[in-house]
């Protein structure tokens, strides 16, 4: 069973996707949230599997609350559901981590497919903005990687870039001037961070981010 949170300002809307998302058997929509704070608080208590994320909330937007989220929660996807399908709004979602992008007014179909797809680990987006992101993942290259894991920490990004590069826990740790223990430490989360279920699958999720051509 799939553990959904809702998190959007307008009441009618809520009510309607979660009528949508309650008439599947493998989803569970746990409860909703209609401002950045309250979402951040109810994410923390039910722990839901996805969020499905308005960008505009009255105390903030969700470009930060998806941050900040999966900041706190790295195991959360986030599904951004809007109005909005510019190019910077692209962007920013996935920037901020999420994980599908879709514009409001999706057919039922389509969302749940999105929403399965998310949940099951994958990314989705809505055909309005489906082709703007290859001009996102080209620039990605000549990125360092900060904006591709907003959900490491400084020490971990360099953890990753030394990992692309092709550096064992020994020379991370000549590298970076740290012990072996606090290397390992370092690597270990981040791999939780990036749910990689090994440190290949790390370096090439680095790699394809433009990191380690150093």
């Known amino acids: 069973m799939t553990r959904i949170l809702l998190v959007d300002d307008h009441p009618l809307f ?24 309250t979402a951040l608080e109810r994410a923390a208590v039910l722990r839901p ?13 969700g470009i930060d609350a998806t941050r900040e989220l999966l900041a706190l929660h790295p195991s959360i996807r986030v599904l951004v559901m ?20 879709v514009v409001k007014g ?26 703007r992101l290859g001009g996102f993942f080209s620039g990605m290259s000549a990125q360092s990687g900060r904006e591709a894991f907003p959900q490491l920490t400084e020490r971990e990004r360099e953890v990753l870039e030394l990992l692309a590069q092709g550096y064992d826990n020994r020379g991370i740790a000549r590298e970076l001037f740290l012990s072996d223990k606090t290397v390992r430490n370092h690597v270990s989360n981040v791999l939780a961070r990036l749910e990689a279920p090994d440190r290949a699958a790390a370096i090439l999720r680095a790699r394809r981010a433009g990191m380690g051509q150093a």
Request: glycine fraction near 10%; avoid cysteine; proline fraction near 4%.
């Open 14 to 37: 809520l009510d309607g996707v979660r009528a949508a998302l309650m008439g599947d058997p493998d989803l569970d929509v746990v409860g909703t949230a209609e401002d950045l704070v």
């Open 49 to 61: 599997d996805v969020v499905l994320m308005d960008l505009n909330l009255p105390d903030g937007s």
């Open 82 to 101: 809007t109005m909005s399908a510019d190019d910077d709004a692209v962007v920013a979602a996935m920037r901020a981590g999420a994980r599908g992008y």
């Open 106 to 131: 999706v057919g039922r179909l389509d969302l749940l497919h999105a929403v399965r797809t998310v949940a099951a680990g994958g990314a989705v987006f809505s055909p309005t903005v489906a082709d």
